[in-house]
């Protein structure tokens, strides 16, 4: 039997990525464009440093006892490694190391897939509330966290073409 649907979470989710979006839009993404490549990168990865916070998925208390420990252990594992390439790709582009934009591409595709992946076999759980004190990850924190990251895409994608151009 599939999982039950829960309305009022699913549209907490939604609003979140609609208001994530549209802020982007009209705010950030005007200043983004306006800074040099690097910066602007750099300051996308800032935002994602602190993604360690989903290792709390992993502290007793935290999350429901009834939430399975493979889920919470995929969610903070891949949370943590997602934080350390986004402290990687700030290291790389302050330093203007070589490979610097290589690095946010591994960056910004582990990010991504890291969150659809806990977005995915967080439908399969069906219970919201299993997440106890953690609700706010998956309804406020990675719809923001996704958003940058495609405004991440973004700028590697126009610099890469403009690479080429030039």
């Known amino acids: 039997?599939?999982?039950?649907?829960?309305?009022?979470?699913?549209l907490s989710v939604?609003?979140?990525?609609?208001?994530?979006?549209?802020?982007?839009y009209t705010y950030v993404w005007p200043a983004l464009r306006a800074m040099p490549r690097?910066?602007?990168?750099?300051?996308?990865?800032a935002f994602h440093a602190f993604r360690f916070l989903g290792m709390n998925f992993l502290v007793a208390g935290f999350v429901s006892p009834a939430?399975?420990?493979?889920?919470?252990?995929?969610?903070?594992?891949?949370?943590l490694i997602a934080a350390v390439l986004a402290l990687l790709s700030m290291a790389a582009l302050s330093w203007r190391w070589s490979i610097?934009?290589?690095?946010?591409?591994?960056?910004n595709?582990?990010?991504?897939?890291?969150?659809?992946?806990?977005?995915?076999r967080g439908v399969k759980i069906g219970d919201p509330g299993l997440f106890g004190?953690?609700?706010?990850?998956?309804?406020?924190?990675?719809?923001?966290?996704?958003?940058?990251?495609?405004?991440?895409?973004?700028i590697l994608s126009r610099a890469g073409s403009a690479e080429k151009a030039s």
């Open 109 to 120: 595709v582990w990010g991504t897939l890291d969150l659809l992946n806990a977005y995915y």
């Open 14 to 24: 939604a609003g979140a990525f609609l208001a994530s979006a549209v802020v982007a």
């Open 38 to 45: 690097y910066g602007a990168l750099r300051l996308l990865a």
């Open 67 to 79: 939430l399975s420990s493979d889920f919470a252990s995929n969610v903070g594992w891949g949370d």
């Open 1 to 10: 039997m599939p999982p039950v649907i829960n309305v009022p979470f699913v």
């Open 133 to 154: 004190a953690g609700i706010y990850i998956p309804a406020l924190y990675v719809p923001l966290l996704l958003v940058s990251h495609l405004l991440a895409f973004m």
């Open 100 to 107: 610097a934009v290589p690095i946010v591409w591994v960056f």
